[in-house]
């Protein structure tokens, strides 16, 4: 059996992204972690985005407004002072639409694991 690697894997960059999962894989995290960081973005310039990181070998994500919604039903709060310690479903979108295409995208699912 071949075993696939994304070519993102290679690179080692800092935050998670969608090559970190297998096909159809989900992945369950429990939440250390929430600070607000500078974040180069594609244009070279920067701009302040949450990142949320967790407990393991898990590399930090960067979150957007969806995430942080689906994150709010999820664990029924808007405080992100009380995420801290909650477990979190995420899985691949592979069609959401950003920056005028569709690609795929970590999301988390909008109800708590058990």
Not at 16 to 35: C, H, N, S
Not at 80 to 92: C, F, H, I, N, T
Request: proline share 5%; no cysteine; glycine share 6%.
């Amino acid at each position: 059996m071949v075993e696939h690697i994304h070519w993102k894997k290679t690179t080692n960059p800092d935050y998670l992204g969608t090559y970190a999962f297998d096909r159809d894989q989900e992945m369950i995290v429990k939440i250390k972690d929430l600070r607000q960081e500078k974040i180069q973005n594609p244009n070279g310039g920067s701009e302040e985005k949450i990142v949320m990181y967790f407990e393991g070998d898990v590399k930090p994500l960067i979150l957007n407004t969806t995430n942080m919604k689906n994150i709010e039903k999820a664990l029924k709060t808007p405080y992100m002072d009380e995420w801290v310690g909650r477990k979190l479903q995420l899985y691949v979108d592979p069609a959401v639409s950003a920056f005028g295409q569709i690609v795929a995208a970590v999301r988390v699912r909008d109800f708590e694991p058990k």
